[in-house]
Antibody, heavy 127, light 113 residues
Framework: QVQLQQSGPGLVKPSQTLSLTCAIS??????????WNWIRQSPSRGLEWLGR?????????DYTPSVKSRITIYPDTSKNQFSLQLNSVTPEDTAVYYC?????????????????WGQGTLVTVSS | DIVMTQSPDSLAVSLGERATINCKSS????????????LAWYQQRPGQPPKLLIY???ARESGVPDRFSGSGSGTDFTLTISSLQAEDVAVYYC?????????FGQGTKVEIK
């Protein structure tokens, strides 16, 4: 059974950096089939996929264009976890942040999309 | 980006009656090489992360009651709850995983009439 446990501060000041970590159990951040994603949810923006990191002989990242200049998602193989950094935050970045796993290379009859999620972290951007 | 538009935004259905939610994508999410629609449905209850119900537009996730079904192809999709139960009160989202960025619909809130 895969479990994702999120950690990180719930309050960040404007212009500072939002940092969250997602610890993985039951799978490996270096898996050749999984991808490790960050998704956020707010009343104004709904569910918004932010990006992912994944390993396919080397590390890759994909980011959504709206935050691409401010975001970094990176793995920590020694701790089997991955992290989100979002720079220069504004109150518009206030949201519940989730980490999630998917298996995008799956075909056939198996599920390839987000199956395991973290518990969610409410991050408020305020001075 | 592929824009996902759901309708209606909310609906109220009597217990035991059918609930139907629609999702339209701004471009086809049908991949011609494998004839699969890269479309999923999620259920979200308050305070919880989304829960996967349907993938490949019509494949039910393990453990999901068979009153939930998905249909459609290309750009138009439907989630049907055949006989609404009290525990189905939630917000439902469609998701396209055809390309990046992944994009969700705005959500449909289902309530009991």
């Amino acid at each position: 059974q895969v479990q994702l446990q999120q950690s990180g501060p719930g309050l960040v000041k404007p212009s500072q950096t939002l940092s969250l970590t997602c610890a993985i159990s039951g799978d490996s951040v270096s898996s050749n089939s999984a991808a490790w994603n960050w998704i956020r949810q707010s009343p104004s923006r709904g569910l918004e996929w932010l990006g992912r990191t994944y390993y396919r002989s080397k590390w890759y990242n994909d980011y959504t264009p709206s935050v691409k200049s401010r975001i970094t998602i990176y793995p920590d193989t020694s701790k089997n976890q991955f992290s989100l950094q979002l720079n220069s935050v504004t109150p518009e970045d206030t949201a519940v942040y989730y980490c999630a796993r998917d298996l995008p290379n799956r075909g056939g009859s198996e599920n390839p999309t987000f199956d395991y999620w973290g518990q969610g972290t409410l991050v408020t951007v305020s001075s | 980006d592929i824009v996902m538009t759901q309708s209606p935004d909310s609906l109220a259905v009597s217990l035991g009656e059918r609930a139907t939610i629609n999702c339209k994508s701004s471009q086809s999410v049908l991949y011609s090489s494998n004839n699969k629609n890269y479309l999923a449905w999620y259920q979200q209850r308050p305070g919880q992360p989304p829960k996967l119900l349907i993938y490949w537009a019509s494949a039910r996730e393990s453990g999901v009651p068979d009153r939930f079904s998905g249909s459609g192809s290309g750009t138009d999709f439907t989630l049907t709850i055949s006989s609404l139960q009290a525990e189905d009160v939630a917000v439902y989202y469609c998701l396209q995983y055809y390309g990046t960025p992944r994009t969700f619909g705005q959500g449909t809130k289902v309530e009991i009439k």
